[in-house]
């Protein structure tokens, strides 16, 4: 009885203080990586790094790696009858993750993304029936979406990318085009 009660302990502090990951990432498929380490803030690098749809991103910390990728970002004319606020347009942005070593389960979600437009406005997510993240185990991977409102006619979108546990930038920011 102990042992599942620390085992549920366990469980419940992982989830509630998240994962926090580190950047290790391979530019050009050469063996040039750039770490940052976000638990020491004197030591955080401030360049930013610039990916587009498809670019594969690693990130790592103590736990382990996981990887994430950007699929596609498209328009739809699809409305939530009761959403009150009005977009000129509605997208979605389906991304892939996978867990490379991680012994615990973890997810990416819309908590992990900023997204602004070319007037560097937050969007907001959009209340249309998308998928929910969820967990994934060790060597395991899954697809999602998210749609956000976008009142521009600019076919254009950044993502940056967030620790969900300490909510800080880790410096890379992801471009969409269309």
């Keep these: 009885m102990k042992k599942c009660i620390l085992v549920a302990m366990a469980f419940f502090l992982l989830f509630t203080t998240g994962c926090s990951f580190n950047e290790n990432v391979n530019l050009d498929n050469k063996n040039h990586s750039e770490n940052v380490n976000l638990n020491d803030s004197n030591k955080e690098d401030s360049k930013e790094n610039v990916y587009g749809i498809n670019d ?29 606020k009005e977009y000129k347009k509605v997208i979605f942005i389906e991304y892939w993750y996978e867990n490379v070593d991680l012994d615990e389960d973890f997810y990416i979600d819309e908590d992990n993304f900023k997204v602004y437009d070319k007037n560097n406005t937050i969007l907001d997510t959009y209340p249309l029936d998308v998928s929910y993240a969820n967990a994934i185990s060790k060597g395991r991977n899954a697809t999602n979406k998210i749609a956000y409102g976008l009142n521009s006619d600019d076919n254009y979108v950044e993502i940056e990318l967030r620790s969900q546990s300490t909510g800080k930038s880790l410096n890379k920011k992801i471009i969409l085009q269309w």
């Design 56 to 84: 594969l991103i690693t990130l790592n910390n103590e736990s382990g790696t996981m990887n994430l990728k950007i699929l596609s970002v498209k328009e739809t004319n699809e409305r939530n009858e009761f959403e009150e």
